[in-house]
Each structure stands twice: as C-alpha cells, then as structure tokens.
C-alpha cells in the first residue's frame, strides 16, 4: 500500500494560525507542523539552502508558536522564581535569561527565554508544552497574589551576519547597543513592538514580538522590505544549524523526565539561593549523588543521514544502552552529528557505539559539542 498522504491530516479552527500566516503565504511554506497547538511553518526552500543562506545572509523566521505567559503582580517575582532554578534576583528589568521550568522531582518541564519587564513582571516564551495550565496550578496551591495569563504576542526571528543591518534599518542605530540577551520596546511604523538580543540559531540575531496582532503582515511586509537589500528570506527552523551549535529542542531531546544535570546544564541551577523552587531539593539530592545517565554529542559514520523522524536505537557488544535524539549531516563539517543519551559509564569522548539509523546500522562516536563555536561567540558578536 502507499504511504498515508499526510495532506489528508485534518485541519481547523482549533489550530492556531499566527498573525503571520497570511503573509507567508505569499513566499510559498512547503510545509508545516503543529506546535502549541499553533501552525508553524518549517520550510520556505530546500532545507541546506535555507542553512546556508541563514549562514551567509539574513533569514526571518515566524517563531509565534513561541506562547508566552505572563506572570505578574505583587507576588510575580516570587512565583516566577518558585517556576525556574535559575536566580532570577540576578536578571535585571529589560534583560533576558535562558531558564528551566522545574518540576518537583527536577525534571525539565520547559526551557524558555524569560523577559523582565518589570520588578514583578515576567514573561515567558515556551517550547512545545502546556507549561500555562502547570502554573495556574502551581500558583493555586502556592496560595500567591499573582496573575497568569497566556499573551496576544507573536515573536519573529530575524537571524544571520547580516541581521544587525536589518534591524539598523528598521530601528535605527540605537538597537545594535542592545547586549545579549537585553531588549528594548520599540515600534516600527506605529506598530508596537519588543526588540530582543536573541535567537535559536546560534548565529547573530534578534526576536520581534509584534504586540499588536492585528499588525502581523504589516510588520512580517516591513521586514522584508527593510532586509531586501540584504537578501533576506523566510526560512523554517535550521536543524542543522542548532544541532551544530549545541542547542536542545525540548520534546525532542529531552523533556519532562531528563534533569538539569544529565543535560549538561548545571550552571543555570542555583542551589545556594535563599528562595525556593519547585525541584530544588531533589536536584540538591541529585548534584550530591550524581547522575546515572548524560546527553553527549555524537559523530556518525557514513553518507549523508537526513534528520531522523524517530529516535535511533544506540547499542555497545549487541546492547541496546541509549537513543540518538537528533541527528543530521553538516554541510561544512561533512560529517553526520547528532546527541545521544547514554549511561555515564559510555559518556566519554571516543568511546565508540553503534546506532541503528534509518539508513542501516552506523558506527558513531562521543565528541565534544557544540561542534561548532564552542564558546557561542557568534551569537554575542
């Protein structure tokens, strides 16, 4: 029998479809996936020539399936920091962070951007997960002053060495003063917006949160004519380009079950912090321990694997011991990289295991990640 025609997968109201939808029609989605219950185009081109335009240009990507909620009122700063193990008393108003959503036994529940806006105001922008109905639930048993709702607001990301020319375009000079990870609120031909110092590329590169929604291919249009010059396009997601520079997809590479310190991510846990979080004393119990199981980064042998659909069994003397989570050719490195959860015991760079892709078995190998810019110096430039 032929393969389903996933065309014939059913549509509808109850998916979401960005304020940026309309206008991306126009420049020809070859596809799309449903993330936070929101359409979410993952293609414009081929999937290299989008990896190397993203490389060698600008690219602008519709990253509105990013939700945010809102967390605010007069205990929002204390429920904010009871959501994430990383010290927020050490993130000022206008700044960002790279935080973890911990649940009581450390597991990571989400990894979003969080923006402070104010002393008692934060917002975060999800990964693929229902983390607002966890902290409705969480403030109910808290027994907190504080109000959480999910925002009208749509991120795009303009991405790629020529970035700093198009926002310059758009904003002004001022904006190229932003440090990493800080933003600014803005508007650009009256409609408003928040411009931040950040991005899932690992190259240079800035978010747009259009607050206005009515606006969406207004904004996505002015963009485009800002960066025509510059030879922007609209791309999906690089895989590539994220795998190659360290960076993990929640619900791919790790979720709910994985911890902090399996993951490599110590450093965004701060156990000596007077305030509580959720999980803190069993990640204390867990630094104390140590871990059983880690996510290295891994080199496969052989021709070009496309991304994997599923996860590849690992196995070590005929045993399966782990699962490869990501894992695709790089069209500079030319090699196949991708991450592997492993025991501890086979973490260690070279050892050698065998991964069984869709293309046949093949011989991979621990090594260092990121495989590209390993102090992320690229995107701070």
């Known amino acids: 029998m ?33 993330y936070n219950h929101t359409l979410f185009p993952i293609n414009f081109d081929d999937f290299e020539a989008e990896y190397w335009h993203l490389l060698e240009h600008v690219t602008l990507w519709d990253v509105a399936v990013e939700r945010n909620i809102e967390v605010t009122g007069p205990d929002g700063f204390r429920f904010a920091q009871l959501l994430t193990c990383r010290d927020l008393s050490q ?10 959503i911990t649940a009581p036994d450390g597991g990571i529940l989400n990894d979003p951007v969080m923006l402070r806006l104010d002393e008692d105001r934060f917002w ?5 997960s229902d983390v607002l109905f966890y902290a409705k639930g969480l403030a109910a048993r808290a027994n907190m002053d504080v109000e959480i709702r999910e925002l009208d607001v749509a991120p795009l990301q303009i991405q790629g060495p020529k970035s700093k020319d198009v926002v310059r375009e758009l904003f002004g000079p001022a ?22 110092r950040t991005g899932w590329t690992s190259e240079v590169g ?33 895989d590539i380009r994220r795998v190659e520079g360290g960076i993990f ?6 979720d709910y079950h994985d911890n902090p310190y399996e993951m490599g991510l110590e450093r965004l846990v701060d156990l000596e912090m007077e305030a509580d979080f959720m999980g803190k004393e069993a990640l204390r119990r867990i630094s104390q321990e140590g871990v059983s199981r880690r996510i290295v980064g891994v080199e496969l042998e052989g021709e ?25 050719w790089s069209p500079r490195l030319r090699k196949n990289i991708g991450y592997a959860w492993v025991p501890v015991e086979y973490s260690g760079l070279g050892t050698g295991l065998l991964a069984e892709t869709a293309a046949g078995p093949r011989r991979a190998t621990v090594s260092r990640m990121p495989f590209v810019d390993p102090l992320k110096a690229i995107p701070r430039s």
């Not at 993130?91 to 973890?100: E, H, I, N, P, R």
């Not at 990870?181 to 408003?192: A, E, K, L, N, S």
């Open 249 to 254: 997809n929640w619900g791919a590479d790790f």
């Open 175 to 196: 904006v190229l003063d932003l440090k990493y990870y800080w933003f600014t609120r803005t508007d650009v031909d009256g409609i408003p917006v928040i411009v931040t």
């Open 91 to 100: 993130c000022a108003v206008g700044q960002g962070k790279y935080v973890l």
């Open 2 to 34: 032929p393969p389903f025609d996933m065309r014939l997968v059913q549509r509808g109201a109850r998916l979401r479809r960005s304020p940026f939808f309309e206008a991306e029609q126009r420049y020809g989605p070859r596809g799309y996936t449903v």
């Open 304 to 328: 070009p694997l496309d991304f994997n659909a599923v996860k590849w069994p690992v196995r070590i003397d005929g045993s399966e011991v782990g699962r490869i989570t990501s894992a695709l």
């Open 124 to 128: 975060f922008a999800l990964a693929d």
């Open 206 to 238: 800035y978010e747009v949160y259009l607050l206005d929604s009515m606006r969406g291919t207004d904004l996505w249009e002015r963009i485009m004519e800002a960066g025509r010059p510059y030879e922007i396009r609209p791309t999906g997601p690089s």
